[in-house]
């Protein structure tokens, strides 16, 4: 059973920064793509980026584009979302997914992931 265990949310003042990680319980190059999701109080679940790992393209919703960014340590198993420049909007559940193949995304939501974590808290505050 492949795990996905989130962390490195938490609360943080406006224009404030946070790292999040997602390590896998599979090696990272078993998956053809990696991204976040998030859900916000009352809303619906929205696409923050997805990493696709053949050619390293990434695709971000318009609302992180420019302060978010996503990489990769295959060695740790671990997808990564640096978040910079954060606002109270952006606070919300996060949550990691994972495909084997067939990968598609549109504005930031991978679609018909096989895998997910529980979610990490983040919280920001203006």
């Known amino acids: 059973q492949v795990q996905l265990v989130e962390s490195g ?28 999701s998030r859900q916000a109080p009352g809303k619906e679940r929205e696409g923050v980026g997805v990493l696709y ?5 990434t695709d971000y919703a318009d609302s992180v584009k420019g302060r978010f960014t996503l990489s990769r340590d295959n060695g740790k198993n671990t997808l ?3 978040m ?10 996060y949550y990691c997914e994972a495909k084997r193949s067939g990968c ?3 504005v930031g939501r991978l679609k018909g992931p096989d895998y997910w ?5 983040v919280t920001v505050s203006s």
């Open 9 to 36: 949310g938490g609360s943080v003042q406006a224009g404030g920064s946070l790292r999040l990680s997602c390590t896998t319980s599979k090696n990272t190059a078993g998956f053809s793509c990696m991204g976040w």
């Open 53 to 57: 790992f053949n050619d390293g393209f």
């Open 80 to 82: 990564y979302l640096q």
């Open 84 to 93: 910079n420049s954060l606002k109270s909007e952006d606070t919300a559940i």
């Open 104 to 106: 598609s995304a549109l």
């Open 117 to 121: 974590g529980q979610g990490t808290q």
